[in-house]
């Protein structure tokens, strides 16, 4: 089965920049949907970035557009979230997560029912001050 293994995370002064990694011990599919989702103590999940199946079909939330750049390096098998110009209410729990659908464009990959993406690491914390 694939696992999901989230690194980087840690603590950072505000509008300083942090990498997040995505790290899957087994295969996933060059073409399936992927992408980064960050829990705030004490509230709902919410989807900041998608990439699917061809170059450039990336998405991202009003949150965090213009200052985080999602990527995946498939030979690799990892997937990555950039982070710039950080501010205090970046602050959360960071997850990966994947989804066997393939050949979407990260816009549908973003439209997909949450049971889709049913693989998941355990999450980065991300503290920002």
């Known amino acids: 089965q694939v696992q999901l293994v989230e690194s980087g995370g840690g603590s950072v002064q505000a509008g300083g920049s942090l990498t997040l990694s995505c790290v899957a011990s087994?295969?996933?599919?060059?073409?399936?949907?992927m992408g980064w989702v960050r829990q705030i103590a004490g509230e709902g999940r919410e989807g900041i970035a998608t990439?699917?199946?061809?170059?450039?079909?990336?998405y991202y939330a009003d949150s965090v557009k213009g200052r985080f750049t999602i990527s995946r390096d498939n030979a690799k098998n990892t997937l990555y979230l950039q982070m710039n110009s950080l501010k205090p209410e970046d602050t959360a729990m960071y997850y990966c997560?994947?989804?066997?659908?393939?050949?979407?464009?990260?816009?549908?990959?973003?439209?997909?029912?949450?049971?889709?993406?049913?693989?998941w690491g355990q999450g980065t914390q991300v503290t920002v001050s």
């Open positions: 087994g295969y996933i599919d060059k073409r399936n949907c």
């Open positions: 990439v699917g199946a061809y170059l450039g079909n990336t």
């Open positions: 997560a994947a989804s066997p659908r393939t050949g979407y464009s990260g816009s549908q990959c973003a439209s997909l029912p949450r049971g889709s993406y049913n693989r």
